[in-house]
């Protein structure tokens, strides 16, 4: 089935410094990826849905130029925490849509914990 | 927009029993997809079964099946013959079927307990 690989899983950051997260769609072109953000013991927060070749869609209060995404091929999208601050210490996740037509799902990445010290 | 609510933060169920989440949403469309999603410690996301809307036919994988009632927008998921490995969040998702790659709204979880 179709998997998609997020690195790092973990990363500790000085605060002021940036930090960039990976995911990958090893067996499938994922034409539009989502990235969300998850609090403690809280549901996934969307935060931007990117299409490959364009610029990313942000979601309400979320500030595009802290939270960079590029989404230049079909299976890479990557996501840049810019000048991070502990309130940015949080649990971020990527998905992937997969399949065609009007069945397509959801493949989500693994996770990234990111800690800002 | 639409919404999708849990009412239980936290259920229990001990293993070989039966538990039902409950889920309900709202919205103004008439096509769309619902899904439940399990959450374990690893926190990956792992989709446990999906609803298509226009399907009277309520969606079944194995130990898992949904009752689907679209007039009451309510979207329950039981698990049939718990298993230690069920403990998890569980997220209630909707997704329209409308567009080439809408996004999934989540409902706030439910936490299951698996107990001896």
């Known amino acids: 089935g179709a998997v998609v690989s997020q690195h790092p899983s973990r990363v500790i950051c000085k605060s002021g410094t940036s930090v960039k997260i990976e995911c990958r769609s090893l067996?499938?072109?994922?034409?539009?990826m989502f990235w969300y953000r998850q609090f403690p013991k809280q549901s996934l927060m969307l935060m931007a849905t990117?299409?490959?070749?364009?610029?990313?869609?942000?979601e309400q209060g979320v500030e595009k130029d802290k939270f960079l995404i590029n989404h230049a091929s079909l299976t890479l999208s990557t996501l840049t925490v810019t000048s991070a601050h502990p309130e940015d210490s949080s649990f971020y996740i990527c998905?992937?849509?997969?399949?065609?037509?009007?069945?397509?799902?959801?493949?989500f990445g693994s996770g990234t914990r990111l800690t800002v010290v | 927009a639409q919404t999708v609510t849990q009412s239980q933060p936290e259920m229990s169920v001990q293993e070989a029993e039966t538990v039902t989440l409950s889920c309900t949403y709202d919205?103004?469309?008439?096509?769309?997809?619902l899904f439940w999603y399990k959450q374990p410690p690893s926190r990956q996301m792992i989709l446990v079964i999906r609803?298509?809307?226009?399907?009277?036919q309520n969606a079944t994988e194995n130990r898992f099946s949904v009752n689907f009632q679209k007039a009451a927008k309510s979207f329950s998921l039981k698990i049939s013959d718990s298993q230690l490995g069920d403990a998890a969040m569980y997220f209630c998702?909707?997704?329209?079927?409308?567009?080439?790659?809408?996004?999934?709204?989540f409902g706030t979880g439910t936490r299951l307990q698996v107990t001896l």
């Open positions: 998905s992937a849509k997969s399949g065609t037509g009007s069945h397509y799902g959801y493949t």
């Open positions: 067996d499938f072109q994922a034409t539009t």
């Open positions: 990117s299409n490959e070749g364009s610029k990313a869609t942000y």
């Open positions: 919205t103004s469309e008439s096509d769309y997809y």
């Open positions: 609803q298509e809307a226009y399907k009277q």
């Open positions: 998702a909707y997704r329209s079927r409308s567009g080439t790659a809408s996004k999934l709204t």
